[in-house]
């Protein structure tokens, strides 16, 4: 190997281990951690959380009509209970009258009450 060769092989050698070197360095003594950001819903109207802690109450693969859904009085039903990607216990419901079907589902927020997300939209 030539003199050139291995000088320009030992330069190349000594960049990378001086750049890896300081992307490994620690950050400053007065980095401080950002604490998580708390989510918080937007409230309901009571219509919708009424509906929500109704439909919360029904039993998986119970079908039922009820006066106050989103869609006035329609026939509900409860397809399946899930966890959401924030944990939160879900039930997935179908609504629907004579004109509109709505897909979508009530889950229990970490506060403990009940909302309603529509699918549909």
């Known amino acids: 190997m030539s003199l050139t060769l291995r000088a320009g092989f030992g330069l190349a050698l000594a960049t990378a281990v001086v750049v890896l070197a300081g992307c490994s360095a620690p ?3 007065q980095h401080e951690v ?3 950001e708390v989510v918080r819903d937007a409230p309901q109207a009571s219509d919708a959380r009424n509906f929500a802690e109704a439909a919360a109450g029904l039993e998986v693969g119970t079908t039922t009509v009820m006066n106050e859904t989103p869609l006035g009085v329609a026939q509900v039903q409860v ?8 944990g939160e216990a879900c039930r997935r419901v179908v ?3 004579n004109e509109t079907q709505r ?3 009530v889950c229990q ?8 997300v529509d699918a549909s939209l």
């Open 34 to 36: 950002t604490p998580p």
């Open 109 to 116: 927020g970490a506060d403990g009450v009940w909302r309603y």
């Open 95 to 97: 609504v629907k009258n």
């Open 27 to 29: 950050r400053g003594l």
């Open 103 to 105: 897909r979508g589902a």
């Open 79 to 86: 397809e399946r209970a899930f966890k959401n990607a924030l």
